[in-house]
T-cell receptor, first 112, second 120 residues
Framework: GESVGLHLPTLSVQEGDNSIINCAYS??????FIWYKQESGKGPQFIID?????DKRQGQRVTVLLNKTVKHLSLQIAATQPGDSAVYFC???????????FGTGTKLQVIP | GAVVSQHPSWVICKSGTSVKIECRSL??????MFWYRQFPKQSLMLMAT?????????EQGVEKDKFLINHASLTLSTLTVTSAHPEDSSFYIC????????????????FGPGTRLTVL
């Protein structure tokens, strides 16, 4: 099902530290997951994705972990920088050409 | 990556008027376009899905007669908010999906920059 965010949880992280943003998804049939970054007043920007046949995927400074047993997704950002400050959304997709459903979102604040 | 543009980036209109928002895929053919609405401090909510040349599929609770979607070509979709009211004020975001030479994953959606609508 879809989740609607009424309040954005906020994560405050010191510059240089690692950030971990968590997301719980609801549809066990989802087989494709994406993390997006959205800066204020802009559209979502693709960060990294992962398919359900994987449990970990790494990109540049980012790692996505998928735990299908508990339907949990996380985004790890290494050496967080001020430019990482944004709202991060996880999104799920049933696969094929299905629609993408967005999660609640987490606001990441990087403290210089 | 693929580029999706929206026009206008922001619009202010009077209550009762209609507003048209354009979404264009600039370097690929978008067989499917999606329209989302986002209220402040909330997530993106899918409004409708449109396939080129077909009628749009609206999500539950979205009035199709109020939010008119046209996807007449593989590079352009429009969303018209008819008889806009203050409660329609929101951030409208489109995304496009389609085949693209060199695309790593044809399932990837590319998002536009959004259009801020303010209805007075």
């Amino acid at each position: 099902g879809e989740s609607v965010g009424l309040h954005l949880p906020t994560l405050s992280v010191q510059e240089g530290d690692n950030s971990i943003i968590n997301c719980a998804y609801s549809n066990s049939a989802s087989d494709y997951f994406i993390w997006y970054k959205q800066e204020s007043g802009k559209g979502p920007q693709f960060i990294i994705d992962i398919r359900s046949n994987m449990d970990k995927r790494q990109g540049q400074r980012v790692t996505v972990l998928l735990n299908k047993t508990v339907k949990h997704l996380s985004l790890q950002i290494a050496a967080t920088q001020p430019g990482d400050s944004a709202v991060y959304f996880c999104a799920e997709n049933l696969g094929g050409y299905q629609k993408v459903t967005f999660g609640t979102g987490t606001k990441l604040q990087v403290i210089p | 990556g693929a580029v999706v543009s929206q026009h206008p980036s922001w619009v202010i209109c009077k209550s009762g008027t209609s507003v048209k928002i354009e979404c264009r895929s600039l370097d690929f053919q978008a067989t499917t376009m999606f329209w989302y609405r986002q209220f402040p401090k909330q997530s993106l909510m899918l409004m409708a899905t449109s396939n080129e040349g077909s009628k749009a599929t609206y999500e539950q609770g979205v009035e199709k007669d109020k939010f008119l979607i046209n996807h007449a070509s593989l590079t352009l979709s429009t969303l018209t908010v008819t008889s806009a009211h203050p409660e329609d004020s929101s951030f409208y975001i489109c995304s496009a999906r389609g085949s693209r030479v060199g695309a790593a994953d044809r399932n990837e959606q590319f998002f536009g920059p959004g259009t801020r609508l303010t209805v007075l």
